[in-house]
């Protein structure tokens, strides 16, 4: 199984700035993923974090707003641009092994607040 | 896409008693089905799943039954026990897609 840690686990921001979240994993995985979770509420996939190339987004998400990078197979970031209070929310990264049909495993989360 | 409903999104019952989740999904192509466990403040945490060439599997006081022609996966708990108390997700991972989409979850509490 792999470990994936993740940072900042909290903080909070001022409307109008960036924070960039990074997840670092103990081991080669084959996909990266990206969530969000408001509270109370299931996981949203924001986008697929592609090795080497742009993320996929899913829709309602644009790059210009939750710009991604995924230089190796083990390291990806998400940031959160221009922010606003409605983006308050816990992120999550993830990762799998494998073709994808396999355990996924989360990091801890980054709870964001946006005052 | 895919959508993945899950019922009931509140489950209460006594300890000792039995527990079930019901899920279903529109892709006839998805393949793999999961069930995480969240526990308040914490992250997801893979408890069972299933592929689509089994039709059931078991862990201890856990089970995944799934239905592939009615397109429809459910999780059993058995014996149920207060640490049992979290969130419970369902998913269903698409070839079609080359992803995981999560149903809405489901509160179950167990009062001891």
């Known amino acids: 199984s792999a470990v994936i840690s993740q940072k900042p686990s909290r903080d909070i921001c001022q409307r109008g700035t960036s924070l960039t979240i990074q997840c670092q994993v103990d081991?080669?995985?084959?996909?990266m993923f990206w969530y969000r979770q408001q509270p109370g509420q299931s996981l949203t996939l924001i986008a697929t974090?592609?090795?080497?190339?742009?993320?996929?987004?899913e829709s309602g998400f644009v790059i210009d707003k939750f710009p991604i990078s995924r230089p190796n197979l083990t390291f990806s970031t998400l940031t959160v641009s221009n922010m606003s209070p409605e983006d308050s929310s816990i992120y999550l990264c993830?990762?799998?092994?494998?073709?994808?049909?396999?355990?996924?495993?989360f990091g801890q989360g980054t709870r964001l607040t946006v005052v | 896409g895919e959508n993945v409903e899950q019922h009931p999104s509140t489950l209460s019952v006594q300890e000792g008693d039995s527990a079930v989740i019901k899920c279903t999904y529109s892709?006839?192509?998805?393949?793999?089905f999961p069930w995480y466990k969240q526990e308040l403040g914490k992250r997801p945490q893979l408890i069972i799943d299933?592929?689509?060439?089994?039709g059931e599997k078991k862990d201890q006081r856990i089970a995944v039954t799934l239905n592939k022609t009615a397109k429809h996966f459910s999780l059993h708990i058995t014996e149920t026990q207060p640490e049992d108390s979290a969130v419970y997700f369902c998913?269903?991972?698409?070839?079609?897609?080359?992803?995981?989409?999560f149903g809405q979850g489901t509160i179950l509490t167990v009062h001891p």
């Open positions: 993830s990762g799998v092994t494998g073709v994808g049909n396999t355990e996924a495993f």
């Open positions: 081991s080669q995985v084959t996909m």
């Open positions: 974090a592609n090795q080497g190339s742009e993320a996929t987004y």
């Open positions: 892709d006839s192509a998805s393949n793999y």
């Open positions: 299933i592929r689509s060439n089994v």
């Open positions: 998913a269903g991972w698409g070839t079609s897609y080359g992803k995981l989409t």
